[in-house]
T-cell receptor, first 114, second 118 residues
């Protein structure tokens, strides 16, 4: 398993601004993921962030809106740009340890856009 | 593409009663299967996983799940629930790649809210 922390844990932001969420892991991992959980809904994968390469975005998510950095094997950031109320969600990062697809999740960042 | 359907959005149950949370999946290729639990205002915690081998897998907190390939199901069960089991439960699948690895992406079901009443 892995211990994952996220900052901030929650934030209230005004529309049109941007927020950068940090994800820190206690061990080196190759694969990191960013998910969105909209109110009352399940998790949707935003992108896969592997160190040393560009993030891979899922359908419906674009780099201009959700730029991701992965500078090393223990850290990643997700930026939510030009926010609107529809971006109000919980954003979670996760890591895959081992090769079988099991992922471990951070506590999430609860974002409210007013 | 794969998909996951959790057949019950909410399951109310009394304490010490048994519970089953149902999950069906669809995939044209082999998958790995997972159950996660999300307690209020927390992240997701891995309950159990099916990768290969025995179709009955045991997880934490007394939960178990059975993989049924013919019915493409992976139902979660607990013989006697506690108030502390009140949470939202998510079933998820990951596509298995060659040599026993995974492509990584998890596809989640819509979640089942389990509420345990005293």
């Amino acid at each position: 398993s892995a211990v994952i922390s996220q900052k901030p844990s929650r934030d209230i932001c005004q529309r049109g601004t941007s927020l950068t969420i940090q994800c820190q892991v206690d061990s080196q991992v190759t694969m990191m993921f960013w998910y969105r959980q909209q109110p009352g809904q399940s998790l949707t994968l935003i992108a896969t962030a592997n160190q040393g390469s560009e993030a891979t975005y899922e359908s419906g998510f674009v780099i201009d809106k959700f730029p991701i950095s992965r500078p090393n094997l223990t850290f990643s950031t997700l930026t939510v740009s030009n926010m609107s109320p529809e971006d109000s969600s919980i954003y979670l990062c996760s890591v895959q340890t081992g090769g079988m697809g099991e992922q471990y999740f951070g506590p999430g960042t609860r974002l409210t856009v007013t | 593409a794969q998909s996951v359907t959790q057949l019950d959005s909410q399951v109310p149950v009394f304490e010490e009663a048994p519970v089953e949370l149902r999950c069906n999946y669809s995939s044209s290729v082999s998958v790995y299967l997972f159950w996660y639990v999300q307690y209020p205002n927390q992240g997701l915690q891995l309950l159990l996983k099916y990768l290969s081998g025995s179709t009955l897998v045991k997880g934490i907190n007394g939960f178990e799940a059975e993989f049924n390939k013919s019915q493409t199901s992976f139902h979660l069960r607990k013989p006697s629930v506690h108030i502390s089991d009140t949470a939202e439960y998510f079933c998820a699948v990951s596509v298995s790649a060659s040599r026993g690895t995974s492509y990584g992406k998890l596809t989640f079901g819509q979640g089942t809210i389990l509420t345990v009443h005293p």
